[in-house]
Each structure stands twice: as C-alpha cells, then as structure tokens.
C-alpha cells in the first residue's frame, strides 16, 4: 500500500562500523591531536569508515538498497590506520591507513557496481579510506605526530543512516551485511 510516508528521505551511507574496542582505540588519538589542531572531537563512539556515500533516498528504496548491499561479496580483512593526516580544504583531521589493503578497495568497488546496476545514485568521488577525528581543525603541511596503529579486524560493513538535529549529527546502523570469513595464512 503506498501512503504519504512513502516519501519521506532519509539520508544514508555504507560504512565499516567498529566494535567498541575499536573505536575506542582511534578516539584515543582525538585528544592529542585536538591539542596540536584545534577543532571538534568526533564522538568517539561514532567514528567510522565511509565505504560510499548515498544522501537522501525516498525511505521506500531501503529495502531496495538493503538487497543491492547483500549481493556484494567480500572477504573479511584487517584494516590498520597507521597515520594521522589533515585536509585543508574541509579543515578535517582523519586517521589513514599508509597501505590500503586490497580488499577494502575492492569491497568499495563492488558496492559502487551492485549501486550502479540497481540504479542507486552516490557520490562518485574517488575512494579515499578515512576515519574523520576533528572538524574544524588548523593545520599545515608538516606531517602530524605518530600515533599507535589501531587495527580494525573487518567482518563487516553497515548501512548507516546520519540524523541532524540543532546542527550535531548522529547515526544509526541500520543493517549489518557479513563477509566471508578470509583464508587463514598458510605456513608455520
Ligand atoms: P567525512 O567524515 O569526510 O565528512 C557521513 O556524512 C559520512 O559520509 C562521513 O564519514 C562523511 O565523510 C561521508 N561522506 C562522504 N561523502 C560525503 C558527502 N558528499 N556529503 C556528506 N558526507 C559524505
């Protein structure tokens, strides 16, 4: 049955969504690096790593994007962010991995395809795998201090939606879709 509702947006994204101890472990780089650039801490509980950013989409079409995201076949991996950077054009301070690993790429890629093929619109940005810390920091080109890499052991990614309300965002995962379980190393 189609009613009003139908129409309503809600604004979403796919995203790799840490356990606690994870993101705990990246929000402890928030307060020193807070200290050198300035801005506003992320909650710590919210932080995560964007795969591909939809917007608004009528909330009818989520049970569409929900089957897209289940057609996406993935290994599970290991994500280290090793590195602290700055974007000056957004003032964004952001955890990095120095090596991204393939899967990640191609878990990204594959998530774009099935989007594409079911007529899902996103930003089509070039992947760039981030984890924002600060907003509205200063900064320069000189490279930030060291952190302790944090390693994420992905087993999988989320449907994210983001809330708004007086200017402060927040999110609700709202499907978690599993990868496959990687081969163990051979050897030893
Ligand atoms: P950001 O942290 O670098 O801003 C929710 O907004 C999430 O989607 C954030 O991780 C945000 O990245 C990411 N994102 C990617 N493209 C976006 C866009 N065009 N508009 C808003 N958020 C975007």
């Known amino acids: 049955m189609s009613t009003q509702s139908d129409r309503t ?16 472990a990246l929000a402890a780089w ?16 919210t932080l995560h790593n964007t795969l591909v950013f939809i917007g608004e989409i009528e909330q009818s079409r989520l049970e569409a994007l929900q089957l897209a995201a289940q057609e996406v076949s993935g290994e599970s991996f290991e994500l280290c962010f090793d590195a602290a950077r700055y974007w000056g054009h957004n003032h964004i301070v952001y955890a990095a991995p120095v090596h991204v690993p393939q899967p990640l790429q191609q ?10 093929r079911h007529r899902f619109k996103f930003d089509p940005r070039e992947y760039k ?8 920091a200063h900064w320069t080109d000189v490279p930030l201090p060291e952190m302790p890499p944090v390693r994420w052991r992905v087993k999988d990614f989320a449907l994210v939606q983001s809330m708004s309300q007086d200017g402060v965002a927040s999110y609700r995962v709202l499907a978690r879709f599993l990868l496959s379980p990687s081969e163990p190393l051979s050897g030893g």
């Open 9 to 24: 947006t809600v604004r979403v994204f796919f995203a790799l969504w840490p356990t606690a101890a994870e993101h705990m």
């Open 107 to 116: 878990l990204a890629g594959a998530l774009e395809q099935r989007l594409t």
């Open 30 to 45: 928030q307060h020193p690096l807070q200290h050198q650039c300035g801005g506003r801490a992320m909650h710590g509980e």
């Open 129 to 136: 795998p981030h984890v924002t810390l600060l907003r509205n």
